[in-house]
């Protein structure tokens, strides 16, 4: 049995890392830690936790169909998708109720999709 200690980085495929880069630290607004155009990555912040969202140039990247999915904890999901269509990001549907509140969720141009997720009807099980 492996014990998980935590997640260290998510990462995704992206077709090219400049518009990976507009894409996360422009209109999502996530803070870009760093940049490496030599070897194609780019790392940004995900709150105040130590693990980030990396992306990755992948030659022949294609649009992702039905991979995996990285939800973020936010205040409030339905606030965070409006300043997401003022940043020109449209939600790949509009924020829709779950068990623990309210969830939007995008999709970068590869198709790799970011969930903002809040807990508004559990306030408990979030963060504070």
Do not use: H, S
Request: no cysteine; hydrophobic share 50%; net charge negative.
């Amino acid at each position: 049995m492996t014990t998980v200690r935590g997640i260290d980085n998510v990462l995704f495929a992206v077709g090219d890392l400049a518009t990976a880069v507009d894409f996360y630290a422009g209109r999502l607004g996530l803070p870009l830690a760093f940049r490496m155009d030599g070897a194609g990555v780019a790392l940004f912040r995900l709150g105040d936790e130590t693990p980030g969202l990396m992306v990755r140039q992948t030659p022949g990247a294609a649009r992702a169909t039905a991979g995996p999915r990285l939800w973020l904890e936010v205040a409030d999901a339905r606030a965070a998708a409006a300043g997401l269509a003022e940043a020109g990001v449209a939600p790949l549907a509009e924020p829709f109720p779950v068990a623990t509140g309210w969830t939007v969720e995008v999709a970068d141009p590869w198709g790799n999709v970011v969930g903002f997720t809040d807990y508004t009807t559990m306030p408990g099980r979030g963060r504070g």
